[in-house]
């Protein structure tokens, strides 16, 4: 079974970037589609982005990010990188990765069966 861990996360200010890392252990992470997802106080799991697996994998984003996002793998390293430029007040949240053993679990969270414990990511205007 993966296990999944966040890094990256802090407090930032507006305008900022910030990288964050999923770095899976466990089995062959190139065989399971990854996607980040992240809270804010008092709301429901929102889709970021993700990716599917294999080298090269597809990628999409949700309207909020789309543009000013990058998410990508390294499966050499079994990790899944996101990075978001331009960060804003409302990017606030706490900052989950998630994974399942499938090809492209897509944008609703129940779709994935394995998650980190999140990262907060904080931004200050």
């Known amino acids: 079974q993966v296990q999944l861990v966040e890094s990256g996360g802090g407090l930032v200010q507006a305008g900022d970037s910030l990288r964050l890392s999923c770095a899976a252990s466990?089995?062959?992470?190139?065989?399971?589609?990854v996607g980040w997802f992240r809270q804010a106080p008092g709301k429901g799991r929102e889709f970021v982005a993700g990716?599917?697996?294999?080298?090269?994998?597809?990628?999409g984003y949700a309207d909020s990010v789309k543009g000013r996002s990058t998410i990508s793998r390294d499966n050499a390293k079994n990790t899944v990188t996101l990075q978001i430029d331009g960060l804003r007040p409302d990017d606030t949240a706490v900052y989950y990765c998630?994974?399942?053993?499938?090809?492209?679990?897509?944008?609703?969270?129940?779709?994935?069966?394995?998650w980190g414990q999140g990262t907060q990511v904080t931004v200050s205007s």
């Open positions: 466990g089995r062959a992470f190139s065989n399971y589609g």
């Open positions: 990716i599917s697996w294999g080298i090269g994998g597809s990628t």
């Open positions: 998630a994974a399942r053993q499938i090809h492209w679990p897509g944008d609703n969270p129940i779709r994935y069966d394995i």
